[in-house]
């Protein structure tokens, strides 16, 4: 169940039982969970020592966390003395367990608010002096862990496990030689060192203490005042003039799919709209769109039950989104990919406007090769077939980016004509062999690949076309915009 230290055990440490409050346990619990997200995340470590304030200098035997979801082992590494200062233990113990466990894949971003976390305090390491048989009374079931080495062989188990599994001490033995791949009667040769050690552990769910359920619970606005006003009042004005300037000579009707720009919305709001405004739309819609920022999982699907706005707010679709990372591989539910991408912000008081029941669950696709885009509309195909009313799949993506307008308006038509010949491999490679700089390329062809494989790929409709210069920006360096319809 544990994985040990490559240290072979020590003579007797001087570490004895160390007494901590509840505040300190929950502080050393805390401490050891915000070490474990930080090295998923990949982001910058802080150490402990300063959240465990003057206890981080207590010695110990070492220190093991343990990583579980439902009920199932994921994780449990740690480090040993004979001693080590706390909280260089309980750094070291959550790093590994995060990331190096090579029994089990690192912790991917998504189970961090599945987690159950036990953050053992070893101490009073002690050579079993006892020969042969006599060894058995040396163990005490419900106090001592036990760690044996012969040659290069190495084993721990942790005293929890001996209570978990009902074993008894001499039971406990031969599963420690087990864990060393020793035969199981080697704790008894004289050849084979045996020691006893103690131990607590504190336990709690990672997600309540680090706060993540409540930071994934609810996805807050990122960039309101800056792509769309960041005053209500405002924004609901600017919304209802987008939508006052579409066309109403079209009905609206049930699509498929759609594609619609993300620039700011002095740019691409009125085009949005215009889309937004053909579709009769389902109870729910999927939202991919690019990654604009390396922050976060590669392929991340929110895990937000509420995206936010000025003045406003958008349900999501909590168990489709935790139903489409267990179906699509390499799709993580993960919040901080989400945190700053402004793809789906923008669109959600437009979608609001016409859709104000809907629930919006949000994709964000990184660059990936062809092959694997493919694989992903595949699998997730797999997912919302079984849906008795599919998703609305929305594109959030510009065109060609930063050359003059009439280049970008040449590239731009290549990209749309791919598009408009329903073959998502044939939008890839155009794409790529013209360098056309489309920033939600790969989301388009995850889309179109899913509506291909349920039925839903078989008319493509242009709403419009338009770049920056039409809104008054400068023709030297445009983006373009493109809206369309499938079915």
């Known amino acids: 169940m544990d994985r040990s230290s490559s240290q072979p055990p ?6 004895t039982k160390p007494e901590f409050t509840q505040e300190q346990e929950a502080a050393i619990l805390g401490a050891a969970c915000r070490r474990v997200v930080a090295a998923v995340r990949r982001q910058p470590s802080e150490s402990s020592r300063q959240a465990l304030g003057e206890i981080a200098a207590v010695p110990v035997y070492g220190a093991f966390v343990t990583l579980r979801r439902a009920g199932q082992l994921r994780a449990c590494c740690g480090i ?3 001693s080590v200062s706390l909280g260089e233990a309980v750094d070291q113990a959550a790093d590994r367990a995060a990331t190096d466990d090579p029994r089990f894949e690192p912790i991917a971003r998504g189970e961090l608010k599945h987690l159950d976390v036990d953050v053992w305090i070893l101490w009073g390491p002690e050579p079993v002096m006892a020969r042969g048989e006599d060894r058995v009374g040396a163990v005490e079931i419900g106090k001592h862990g036990v760690q044996i080495a012969r040659g290069h062989a190495r084993g721990l188990l942790l005293p929890g496990v001996a209570i978990e599994h009902g074993f008894d001490a001499r039971t406990f033995l031969q599963q420690v030689c087990l864990k060393a791949g020793l035969p199981t009667d080697a704790w008894k040769s004289d050849d084979t060192s045996l020691m006893v050690f103690e131990g607590q552990a504190i336990e709690g769910r990672l ?12 996805r807050r606005p990122a960039v309101a005042g800056g792509f769309y006003p960041g005053d209500a009042d405002e924004l609901r004005r600017e919304v209802d003039a987008m939508f006052a300037g579409v066309e109403p000579s079209v009905a609206a009707e049930p699509w498929a799919g759609a594609l619609v720009p993300h620039a700011g919305w002095m740019y691409s709001g009125r085009l949005a709209a215009a889309v937004f405004s053909r579709i009769a739309f389902p ?10 920022h390396a922050e976060g999982a590669r392929w991340a699907v929110a895990p937000h039950r509420r995206w936010l706005f000025p003045g ?10 935790a139903r489409l990372a267990d179906g699509v591989d390499g799709l993580e539910l993960d919040a901080a990919a989400h945190r700053q991408e402004h793809a789906i912000e923008v669109q959600l008081p437009l ?6 029941k809907l629930r919006v669950v949000g994709i964000a696709v990184g660059d990936a090769s062809l092959p694997e885009l493919l694989r992903f509309g595949i699998a997730m195909s797999v997912v ?9 799949l929305i594109v959030s993506s510009d065109m060609n980016h930063f050359a003059d307008d009439a280049t970008t308006r040449r590239v731009d038509r290549a990209a749309l004509d791919a598009i408009a010949s329903l073959n998502p491999e044939l939008v890839y490679e155009t794409i790529h062999r013209n360098r056309i700089s489309m920033c939600g390329a790969a989301p388009c062809v995850v889309a179109m690949e899913t509506l291909r494989w349920l039925g839903g790929l078989n008319r493509c409709e242009s709403v419009g076309y338009a770049t920056s210069a039409d809104a008054g ?15």
Request: charged share 25%; proline share 10%.
């Open 473 to 487: 920006g400068p023709t030297d360096r445009v983006v373009g915009y493109a809206g369309l319809l499938f079915k």
């Open 283 to 292: 109870d729910c819609a999927i939202v991919l769109c690019p990654k604009h």
């Open 80 to 82: 040993l003395g004979p």
């Open 384 to 392: 919302l077939r079984e849906m008795p009313r599919r998703p609305l």
């Open 207 to 218: 997600a309540d203490a680090c706060r993540l359920a409540v930071e994934d619970d609810v």
């Open 312 to 321: 406003g707010e958008l349900a999501s679709d909590a168990e489709l989104a």
């Open 351 to 356: 979608l609001a406007h016409v859709a104000p």
């Open 10 to 15: 020590k003579p007797s440490g001087k570490t």
